[in-house]
Every structure is written in C-alpha cells, then in structure tokens.
C-alpha cells in the first residue's frame, strides 16, 4: 500500500510550469524551452543528500500500554459489547504476561541494532516471504499527468526526455547532489539560501538536530538507492532484493519482446536524446509478432512457483538473459495500446498484459501508443516516498526543460540494429507449459477485477480548510458512511502513514474506523428522531480532530499497528504458540483490511492506485485537490463496486450539505 501524507514541496509547485491537479490540467499556458545538451545533473544541492542520514532519529517503539490502549480503541467500532469485552481481557493478559515479555525483548534488540529501525526486518520478511504474485497483491501504479503540448506526447519522445530525465536523476542522487528531502514547517524561515548555507556547514552527526532547531525536518532517503538497477528475485521462501549499479543499460518491453540497449555512455556520461530516440523508433518499427510463450507472464505467478521456474530457466542456459534484465537500470514498457477511458488507463498501468511487463523491477515507466505515462512499481524495496520525488523530479523537468522537441531528429551515426539486443530465452517444453500456466492464471485474476472511480468539483480542501475541518478526516468519512449504508456495518480500514521522519522509518496505519465515525455513521442514517444539522457539524469536528490525532500519532511513530507486528514478528522467530491476542478472531479481523486506502499528492499525478488487499475488500486511491476531491476505486467481482462509489458521491455531497448547515437531503 503506498504511503500517503507526502506532501510536495513549495519549490515543486514554484518550478512547475503549468497548473495542474490530480485529475488533468486546469491551464496550459506558460512558456517552455528544450536543450539538445544534457546536463548530467538535475540541479547541485549545496547540502550533500545524505546530509542528514546519519543523525536521522531512531524511530521510537511505543509503550507497551499506550499501544494496547489504542489497539483498543481501533477495536471499539468493529466488535459488538461482548467481543469487545471478550478482546479487552485478552489485551490486559497480554500487556501483563506474553506481550511484556516480548516487548522487553524487542527493545533490547533495537538497543543492539541502532543502525537501523526495529521494523525494518519485520518488514523486508512481510514482503518477501509472501508467496502471493506481486502484481495486484503489492505492486501500486501511478500515472503523469499528460504533457499539455500535444506534440510533446508521442510516445518515443516523451519517453526519451523521461529516460534521460530520469539518468540525471540517478546521477544526481549517486553524486550526493539530489536536495535532501526536507519537511519545512514553515517553508518561509527554513527553505531558504540562509538555512541551506547554514545548516551545509554542521557535521553530519549535528545536522539533523540543527535542522530541527530551525522547524525543518530531513526525512529518511535510504530507499532511493534501490530504485535504479534493481529488482526482486524469487527464492523459495523468501525472494531476494538485488542491486547491481554497474548496468548502464535499459530493459525496453514491446510485444513480449526483450530488448537493451546502454542509456550511459563507458565514461559514465548520458547518451543524447538523439542517439536514445533512435534505439526507440529501431523498436517500434520491428514488426515481429508476439512470442507464443513470454517469459514476463511468470513474474506473475506465485512466488514459490516462480522460484522453481527461474532456475529451470537458469537449468535451460538463460543464466545471461536473467542477469541482464535484472541488472539493467529501470524497465521501459512500450504498449501499443490507446486507453479510451479511466477505466482501460488504470487497468493499463495496474496490470496491463503480463506479456508486456517484469512485474520484479523495482519501477517500470510505461508508456501508451498516445504518450499517456506512467509507473507500476514492485512494493518490497520501498514506499511512495522515493518514487513520489522520483515522478515530481521526472514530470517538472520534462515539461519545463525538455532536452527532446518535436523538431529532434533520431541519430543517424549510430547502428542501432547493432546498438539495440534483443533477449531471447531458450525454452524447453516444461517451461512452455510453465508460461501457459502463468498465462491461464494472470488472465483469470484480472478478469475477476473491477474498477470504478468518481469526482465531485463543488468542493475540494479549500472549502474544507475553511470549515476548520481536515480534508482527509472528511474523505475517510465519507468512506466509513458510504460503506456503512450500502453494508449496515463497519469495516477494518488501513490508511497508510509514512514514517519518513525517522532512520529507515516505512509507513504506520492510520485506523480511520473509530468510535468517531461509527456514531457519526449512525446519526447520518439514524431515520427516526433523526439529529440536528449542529449535532451533525459537531461530529464532522470530532471525527476530524480524533483523526489529525490518529495521523499525528501514526507519522511520530506512535500507532500501534507496527509494535503489534515486530512483537508477533518476534514471537514466531522464538517459537511456541503464539499469544492468545494473535490468535483472537478479533486481531484477525481488523487485520482483515475491507477498506485499503492510500493518497498522493502532487501535481505530477493524474490517478493512481491498486488493487484490493483481500478478496472481499476494496482499494481506494484518492485525492483531494483545492476544489475537487475524487476516487479511483477497485473491487473483485464478489462486490457490487459501482454502488460502492456511487454512495462515496452521494456521500461527499450529504457532507458537503452539512458544512453548509442545510442539513441532509
């Protein structure tokens, strides 16, 4: 699930030109210019980028009674009197016996291991040791917003500027020069020459304290190595994460067709747009049909699967074909596909045709026959945080300073039939019937998916901020009232909190469901002595002060859902039967997560999402723009997914009605 709560920076939004929001361009004025030179860096940050790294500090692990005591409340709305009495008394067992005990234990080990987090290897094993296929269980998608020239959106040029974009940003991170990312509080004392000048000076064991003492706050920039040259190996039991930064090539998909070729030259220099647009144009005008057996329609399969086939691949001799895709620096996706709605967009950037992917990669950008752009990115090796800045970086550099135009002609002193390898694989006849398997199963599972999405444009943050309510408090909402009266019940809810804020930090859950919601849930549906339109504005304040509280606690480290996590992490490594509070079907239950939901925000990203985390559940990608909020939502066939976002509009509208005090309609 992605992390949500990244915000873009004032410097961002500053450089950007043009106005854009979540669901497409407001305007397309402003000037542009485009360079033929490339210049090896995005910008040469006067703070090195891993300034801050060493002092970043240590993300805390709670109290012990403070995490039960909130596990507690997350469980109130979800469980009737007598669950909720039955689960209290586990919990006070467990806060006095087992979980004292194992607390204990984990805090001794994170004292030994101050180099890193105490969930970070809890973590990394959730990941890889789950054997469901990545696609659809982990990977997310997020996709650009649309270039506003129309000329700029054919697809090998747009991809050309991305590639080269997205070198100087890997070199720029590589040399120490990429900006640190930092959280300023109060951008106009701290974002400035004067702080950069200052805080550049302090050593590294100092800096971080120096930029809180000036109410900025660096954020941990550790996933960012595992962005390029990476990928995601299937084990048995547990895949491996690998990174081989030597690579200076590029994986290029199109028609199940495996293809490289360098992107950086031998002196470690990037190659010119022209040489690159050439090697693209070379492959979009090969007119070999597809593959009757693709081997990418495997890194969809079950990883335990997987992990057998490879090495029968390895058996087959592919041992070289492997280790260039998984060392080549990110994996470039050419469909020929033209999406002609949300829907076919997002089902495109999710999943597409596994023939046409390496769902492994650490990130692939793709690309659609008309230029449409975006990412699908393996969720293992990292959160939102790295890719979010990666596609700002990306996007604010392609439309502002291109080093493509219209006007660029392909390279003509280079053979690109020479330059350009194709990877072909030798394929025996159990590996044929392996990809047929892969195949039959990829394409059941996506047939089972659905997609739905909604916007409403009479208002947006704007509006709610000025309500003095939380606009996200109001959009989780609008999600528990929606659920409420299409079900008659509650559901276990996971909003996903970066913990950036801290060394090696991932993400927390914010549980949207609280007592809250519930009983402002039932006041909106109660029919009979129904509340006033005040009683009705006074819940939306609680529920959003209770919430700002939950997201507040999440982002220092202080939910609960992690420490519960690590502590049964740690059990299962010690052996024996688990505590009764993991085997309870209440933890079971609100672990069971019906409602996924995650937002991005930046004016880069058009939609984003993912799909359901358990088959009966729902994925909900939001955003929430200055006048218009939205949702792209998934479901599998087993849930009635239109009516589901037909109530979120209803819903949003009742709300919106309520703040005006009209009361419900």
């Known amino acids: 699930m992605m992390a949500k709560r990244i915000v873009i920076s004032r410097h961002f939004k500053n450089t950007l030109g043009v106005k854009a929001n979540r669901f497409g361009y407001n305007d397309t004025s402003g000037s542009y210019s485009y360079s033929t030179t490339v210049d090896d860096f995005l910008h040469k940050s006067k703070i090195p980028t891993d300034h801050f790294q060493r002092s970043m500090p240590h993300l805390p692990i709670p109290e012990l009674s403070k995490t039960c005591t909130r596990y507690l409340a997350a469980q109130r709305p979800l469980l009737s009197d007598q669950e909720y009495l039955q689960t209290e008394n586990i919990v006070k067992q467990f806060e006095q016996v087992e979980g004292k005990a194992l607390n204990q234990k984990l805090v001794i080990r994170d004292k030994q291991n101050k180099s890193t987090s105490?969930?970070?290897?809890?973590?990394?094993?959730?990941?890889?040791?789950?054997?469901?296929?990545?696609?659809?269980?982990?990977?997310?998608?997020?996709?650009?917003?649309?270039?506003?020239?129309?000329?700029?959106?054919?697809?090998?040029?747009?991809?050309?500027?991305?590639?080269?974009?997205?070198?100087?940003?890997?070199?720029?991170?590589?040399?120490?020069?990429?900006?640190?990312?930092?959280?300023?509080?109060?951008?106009?004392?701290?974002?400035?020459?004067?702080?950069?000048?200052?805080?550049?000076?302090?050593?590294?064991?100092?800096?971080?304290?120096?930029?809180?003492?000036?109410?900025?706050?660096?954020?941990?920039?550790?996933?960012?190595?595992?962005?390029?040259?990476?990928?995601?190996?299937?084990?048995?039991?547990?895949?491996?994460?690998?990174?081989?930064?030597?690579?200076?090539?590029?994986?290029?998909?199109?028609?199940?067709?495996?293809?490289?070729?360098?992107?950086?030259?031998?002196?470690?220099?990037?190659?010119?747009?022209?040489?690159?647009?050439?090697?693209?144009?070379?492959?979009?005008?090969?007119?070999?049909?597809?593959?009757?057996?693709?081997?990418?329609?495997?890194?969809?399969?079950?990883?335990?699967?997987?992990?057998?086939?490879?090495?029968?691949?390895?058996?087959?001799?592919?041992?070289?074909?492997?280790?260039?895709?998984?060392?080549?620096?990110?994996?470039?996706?050419?469909?020929?596909?033209?999406?002609?709605?949300?829907?076919?967009?997002?089902?495109?950037?999710?999943?597409?045709?596994?023939?046409?992917?390496?769902?492994?990669?650490?990130?692939?950008?793709?690309?659609?026959?008309?230029?449409?752009?975006?990412?699908?990115?393996?969720?293992?090796?990292?959160?939102?945080?790295?890719?979010?800045?990666?596609?700002?970086?990306?996007?604010?550099?392609?439309?502002?300073?291109?080093?493509?135009?219209?006007?660029?002609?392909?390279?003509?002193?280079?053979?690109?039939?020479?330059?350009?390898?194709?990877?072909?694989?030798?394929?025996?006849?159990?590996?044929?019937?392996?990809?047929?398997?892969?195949?039959?199963?990829?394409?059941?599972?996506?047939?089972?998916?659905?997609?739905?999405?909604?916007?409403?444009?009479?208002?947006?943050?704007?509006?709610?901020?000025?309500?003095?309510?939380?606009?996200?408090?109001?959009?989780?909402?609008?999600?528990?009232?929606?659920?409420?009266?299409l079900y008659g019940s509650t559901a276990a809810t996971y909003e996903s909190c970066s913990t950036a804020a801290f060394k090696h930090g991932r993400t927390e859950t914010i549980r949207s469901c609280t007592a809250h919601t519930r009983k402002t849930t039932e006041m909106f549906e109660q029919k009979t002595n129904p509340p006033s339109v005040a009683e009705l504005r006074e819940m939306l304040t609680q529920c959003s002060n209770y919430h700002g509280q939950l997201t507040k606690e999440a982002a220092m480290g202080q939910g609960f859902d992690r420490h519960l996590f690590a502590m049964k992490h740690l059990a299962s490594e010690l052996g024996g039967e688990l505590p009764e509070l993991y085997r309870n079907s209440a933890h079971t239950d609100i672990n069971h997560i019906i409602l996924s939901t995650s937002t991005l925000t930046s004016p880069a990203i058009l939609i984003g999402g993912f799909a359901p985390v358990v088959p009966n559940g729902f994925g909900v990608g939001y955003g929430i723009d200055d006048d218009a909020v939205g949702c792209n939502v998934t479901s599998y066939s087993s849930r009635d997914l239109d009516s589901f976002v037909d109530c979120i509009g209803h819903t949003l509208k009742d709300l919106y009605s309520v703040m005006q005090g009209h009361g419900l309609k």
């Not at 492994?360 to 659609?368: E, V, Y």
């Not at 293992?380 to 291109?402: H, M, Q």
Request: with cysteine.
């Open 118 to 485: 105490y969930i970070t290897g809890p973590w990394f094993d959730m990941y890889l040791k789950d054997r469901q296929p990545v696609v659809l269980n982990h990977n997310p998608y997020m996709v650009f917003n649309d270039d506003p020239r129309p000329g700029y959106m054919n697809q090998c040029l747009r991809a050309t500027n991305m590639i080269i974009t997205s070198m100087r940003f890997m070199k720029t991170l590589r040399a120490n020069l990429l900006h640190p990312e930092v959280y300023h509080l109060n951008p106009a004392k701290s974002d400035t020459e004067t702080f950069k000048n200052l805080v550049r000076f302090v050593p590294k064991p100092l800096s971080w304290y120096a930029a809180y003492f000036l109410k900025a706050f660096p954020l941990d920039m550790s996933q960012y190595g595992s962005l390029f040259n990476s990928t995601r190996i299937p084990r048995l039991d547990k895949d491996e994460l690998f990174t081989d930064k030597s690579a200076r090539h590029l994986l290029v998909i199109r028609n199940g067709r495996y293809y490289t070729f360098d992107v950086i030259n031998a002196d470690g220099s990037i190659r010119s747009p022209e040489e690159i647009l050439a090697n693209l144009q070379y492959i979009t005008a090969i007119e070999a049909k597809q593959p009757e057996s693709v081997v990418g329609y495997l890194t969809s399969e079950n990883r335990d699967t997987w992990a057998n086939v490879r090495e029968q691949l390895i058996d087959a001799g592919n041992t070289d074909e492997l280790s260039h895709i998984d060392r080549s620096l990110f994996a470039l996706v050419l469909d020929d596909h033209e999406p002609c709605d949300t829907k076919q967009l997002c089902q495109q950037f999710l999943h597409g045709d596994a023939a046409n992917r390496w769902f492994d990669k650490s990130f692939s950008l793709i690309f659609t026959k008309d230029g449409k752009a975006g990412s699908n990115f393996e969720h293992s090796w990292g959160d939102g945080v790295a890719v979010l800045r990666y596609f700002n970086e990306v996007y604010k550099e392609t439309i502002n300073t291109p080093v493509a135009s219209p006007n660029t002609k392909p390279a003509t002193n280079i053979d690109s039939s020479v330059e350009v390898k194709e990877i072909a694989f030798n394929l025996t006849p159990p590996l044929v019937e392996a990809i047929k398997s892969a195949k039959a199963k990829f394409e059941n599972n996506i047939a089972q998916l659905k997609f739905s999405h909604m916007k409403l444009e009479e208002y947006g943050k704007n509006y709610i901020k000025k309500q003095k309510l939380s606009p996200d408090a109001i959009m989780q909402l609008a999600f528990q009232i929606a659920y409420y009266r």
